[in-house]
């Protein structure tokens, strides 16, 4: 099969012809249909995420259709169209058995983020070497291995070019609201950096019932799109300029939720300064490795609330068939996310426009 293989950092991706194992106990092939490329994926294309070492497949927000079920597979079988979960869980630790998989931090987690079975193995390989999949998933190839547990079962007739979003971009930002800050109905939000995630906060403080969404961004046709998807006001952010004073200028005495979703420390401490006593900050975006966030400590102080979080806390077996279930109820908005669609052989034009922040998401059909 064919996958899109990062040799070295910053250096395109190739094209490669990989061969893949066939799986084994608890593990899925899936004939994959669509990827969307996500600033993570550029994020680990420039070497910044610490747990991915090349070569690598890159890609983590795939859908496609089961094609084969190793020993003990049970929830899925041939013909099932799935989504890719951005984290496989072990399902025994503590966290797992409590429903919280998304605090796993299992040895078989901790292979997982690194592209690696349980066992520490992987099933894909390049002329003989190993080659892991990012995050277990590798989604921009024509075809995954991963455990049942990284997998979620979709309905039938959902779109698998759209479906993919909801392995990353989607739960992430959307999750970032109803499970992470948990929204109130009739509350202010902002929304800073509104890109593939970015817009899907937007979709989500609306599905929660905000009143007032403040989308902020450095260019005016992210503004449009966030202005489409639910936001009440667009505030075109330029250098030099007070972005929080011009929020308070809109908010009286600060928002009740600020989103920072870039991966910018100092746009979390401008977040933070935006919201109101008792407000809430979550930082959606992933900073460099290394980085410090700074905010006004007296503001802190104040009762405000700064959270992180992973993929917007999801438990992808609740989270990926509500989103679903909401796209179909006509809630959220999915076909407006994509900015254009892709070839596997055209890759690396996928990163070239999220470098330069064009579009939302790119979406590479694999079947082409
Ligand atoms: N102020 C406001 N907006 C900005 C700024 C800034 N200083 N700098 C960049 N932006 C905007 C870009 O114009 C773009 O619309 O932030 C958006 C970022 O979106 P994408 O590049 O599409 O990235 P996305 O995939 O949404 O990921 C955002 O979330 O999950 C994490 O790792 C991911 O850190 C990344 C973040
Ligand atoms: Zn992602
Ligand atoms: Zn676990």
């Known amino acids: 099969m064919r996958a899109a293989v990062m040799h070295e950092p910053n250096r395109p991706l190739v094209i490669e012809e990989v061969d893949v194992e066939s799986p084994k106990a608890g593990e899925v092939v899936v004939e994959l249909a669509a990827s969307g490329v996500c600033r993570s994926d550029l994020h680990a294309w420039h070497g910044r995420t610490a747990f991915i070492t ?134 202010s939000v902002v929304v800073i950096g509104c890109g593939g995630v970015g817009l899907n906060v937007v979709q989500g403080a609306r599905i929660a019932g905000a009143t007032r969404i403040l989308a902020c961004d450095t260019q005016s046709e992210k503004l449009d799109l966030a202005a489409d998807l639910g936001a009440t006001d667009g505030l075109l952010v330029r250098e030099g300029e007070d972005l929080a004073e011009a929020i308070r200028g809109l908010v009286p005495g600060g928002v009740d939720y600020a989103f920072e979703v870039i991966g910018r420390p100092e746009v979390v401490r401008t977040a ?75 890759v690396n034009e996928a990163f070239t426009a999220l470098e330069r922040g064009e579009g939302a998401r790119t979406v590479i059909d694999l079947r082409s």
């Not at 076909?335 to 892709?342: A, F, K, T």
């Open 54 to 187: 090349p070569p690598v497949v890159l890609g983590h927000e795939g859908a496609g259709i089961v094609a084969e079920v190793g020993p003990g597979v049970t929830g899925v079988a041939k013909g099932d169209p799935v989504v890719i979960a951005l984290y496989g869980p072990c399902g025994q630790c503590g966290e797992c058995r409590t429903g919280d998989v998304t605090r796993c931090w299992s040895e078989t987690r901790v292979h997982n983020m690194h592209g690696r079975m349980p066992d520490g193995t992987t099933r894909l390989s390049l002329g003989g070497r190993p080659l892991t999949p990012m995050v277990g998933a590798g989604t921009l190839a024509e075809i995954a291995v991963v455990r049942e547990a990284q997998l979620v079962k979709i309905d039938r007739g959902i779109p698998l070019g759209l479906a993919c979003l909801a392995g990353c971009g989607v739960t992430t930002g959307v999750g970032a609201v109803l499970n992470v800050a948990q929204v109130r109905v009739g509350s």
């Open 272 to 346: 933070f300064a935006s919201t109101r006593i008792g407000g809430t900050t979550v930082m959606v975006g992933s900073p460099a490795p290394g980085s410090e966030i700074a905010v006004d400590g007296r503001m802190l102080f104040s009762d405000r609330r700064l959270l992180g979080t992973t993929g917007g806390g999801n438990i992808p077996a609740r989270d990926i068939p509500r989103l679903m279930q909401l796209y179909r109820t006509g809630r959220l908005e999915l076909e407006r996310l994509v900015s254009q669609r892709l070839p596997l052989a055209r």
